[in-house]
Nanobody
Framework: EQLVESGGGLVQPGGSLRLSCAASGFTFSTAYMSWIRQAPGKERELVSC??????????GRSVKGRFTISRDKTDNTHTLYLEINSLKPEDTAMYYC????????????????????WGQGTQVTVSS
């Protein structure tokens, strides 16, 4: 596998999690990296996106101010992170990591076909 997510779990409202996405098999530093989530019965949503170097980032309106995307810039590890704070029940979803080898964060339905690589997902459940 080329994208492997981890860090999901069950957390109470107001809690925090740190999701990780370990990348391999492609040049991490030349890929736009995104976090996309999908809740049962809902459409996929672009949560956050990072440009090649992490210098430019995008956040969905519903998570702005609570989520932070970052990229590990060490030479030997290629990991994308998503710090998620002040979790709400509506944040409950499967969170996927995706990589795009051309500029951009995807668009439209944010399906697997819009990206070059797509992880298996990590479940985040926010419940008391």
């Amino acid at each position: 596998e080329q994208l492997v997510e981890s860090g999901g779990g069950l957390v109470q409202p107001g809690g925090s999690l740190r999701l990780s996405c370990a990348a391999s098999g492609f040049t991490f530093s030349t890929a736009y990296m995104s976090w996309i989530r999908q809740a049962p019965g809902k459409e996929r949503e672009l949560v956050s996106c990072s440009s090649y170097t992490g210098g430019a980032t995008y956040y969905g309106r519903s998570v702005k101010g609570r989520f932070t995307i970052s990229r590990d810039k060490t030479d030997n590890t290629h990991t994308l992170y998503l710090e998620i704070n002040s979790l709400k029940p509506e944040d409950t979803a499967m969170y996927y990591c995706a990589a795009k080898l051309t500029k951009g964060c995807g668009a439209g339905s944010y399906s697997k076909n819009d990206f070059n690589y797509w992880g298996q997902g990590t479940q985040v459940t926010v419940s008391s």
